[in-house]
C-alpha cells in the first residue's frame, strides 16, 4: 500500500533495528516516484517541490497507523477525517490518456500531492470503515517503528518484514539456548 511505503521511507526512526533518516536532497524525488509509480504505472516523475511536500503527508499518515496499532481508532478515524477534508477526497470516474475507466479521489485540478493524500486516506478510511483497524499496525520488533497494512489471511501479522520477523526470532533463539 502506498500509505505504508510513504510513511516508511519519508519518515524518521529506527528500521529493522537501526536508526533510520529518510533520503534527503535530490534522492528524495526519486524515492517517492518510484512509491507512485508502484501504486500506478502512469504517475509522472515527482518534482523536488512536490516530494518535499509529501513528507507532511507521510507524517500524518504514520499517526493513523500509529493510532490503529495502539488500538484507538478513534483517534485513526479523526485522523483519517481531518486528511478527507484537508484534500477534499471525492471519487470519480475518470478516464483519460487512453486508459479505461478508474477510479479518483480527487478534483481534476488537484496536485500530485493533493491527489495522493487523497488516494492514501480514502484507502485508510475503507480499512477502518470496515472495522479491519486491526489490520493497520507498527512492527513489534524491538528498535523498529515502520508501519505495514496486513493482508494476510488470518490477520495475525506484527512484522514490518521477514527481516524483522526473523532477528525476533533469532534473538529468541539465541536466549533459549544461551
Not at 65 to 74: E, I, K, L, S, V
Amino acid at each position: 500500500m502506498v500509505a505504508a511505503q510513504l510513511v516508511n521511507v519519508l519518515t524518521p526512526g529506527e528500521a529493522h533495528g537501526r536508526l533510520y533518516q529518510p533520503p534527503a536532497g535530490p534522492d528524495v524525488p526519486a524515492a517517492v516516484t518510484a512509491i507512485l509509480r508502484g501504486g500506478s504505472r502512469r504517475s509522472p516523475e515527482v518534482t523536488a517541490a512536490e516530494a518535499a511536500r509529501f513528507g507532511p503527508v507521510a507524517r500524518s499518515l504514520r499517526a493513523v497507523f500509529a493510532a490503529a496499532a495502539a488500538g484507538d481508532t478513534d483517534r485513526a478515524a479523526g485522523l483519517i477525517n481531518d486528511l478527507l477534508a484537508q484534500t477534499g477526497a471525492r471519487p470519480w470516474l475518470a478516464r483519460h490518456n487512453g486508459e479505461p475507466w478508474h477510479l479518483h479521489f480527487h478534483g481534476s485540478d488537484a496536485s500530485v500531492v493533493a491527489g495522493w493524500a487523497a488516494s492514501c486516506a480514502t484507502g485508510l478510511a475503507v480499512v477502518l470503515g470496515n472495522s479491519l483497524d486491526n489490520r493497520l499496525g507498527v512492527c513489534t520488533a524491538p528498535r523498529c517503528d515502520r508501519v505495514y497494512v496486513d493482508t494476510s489471511r488470518n490477520g495475525t501479522r506484527r512484522f514490518c518484514s521477514t527481516t524483522c520477523q526473523n532477528r525476533v526470532k533469532s534473538a529468541a533463539f539465541s536466549a533459549k539456548a544461551g
